[in-house]
């Protein structure tokens, strides 16, 4: 059963880092293209880093430049998302997602399998 689990969500003071893990099961997580999504009350889901199965990272969300970095580990069948200097604004539910196709893709739609979602907020 393909199965994605996310975990590492929490409560974090403004200017703090958090390391959100996406563990996979059911298939081999190096042949697959993975992408972070989050998604703020009232707001739509949007894409925020992307890894292709050639490790090749695009950014779609320009606030994260520089403080959000993307990474896998093969051995351990998980992709990462390393969050630091957070925000207020960065406060959402992160989704884990395995692409459809083998590139890079900022649509919901484009992806096949989803994570439940774990929860980040910043706040005082």
């Known amino acids: 059963q393909v199965q994605l689990v996310e975990s590492g969500g929490g409560l974090v003071r403004p200017g703090g880092a958090l390391r959100l893990s996406c563990a996979a099961s059911g298939f081999r997580s190096d042949y697959y293209t993975f992408a972070w999504f989050r998604q703020a009350p009232r707001k739509e889901r949007e894409a925020v880093l992307c890894i292709n199965n050639s490790d090749g990272i695009t950014y779609y969300a320009d606030s994260v430049k520089g403080r959000f970095t993307i990474s896998r580990d093969n051995a351990k069948n998980t992709v990462y998302l390393q969050m630091n200097s957070l925000k207020p604004e960065d406060t959402a539910v992160y989704y884990c997602?395995?692409?459809?196709?083998?590139?890079?893709?900022?649509?919901?739609?484009?992806?096949?399998?989803w994570g439940q979602g774990t929860q980040v907020t910043v706040s005082w």
């Open positions: 997602a395995v692409a459809t196709n083998y590139y890079c893709s900022n649509y919901p739609s484009d992806m096949r399998t």
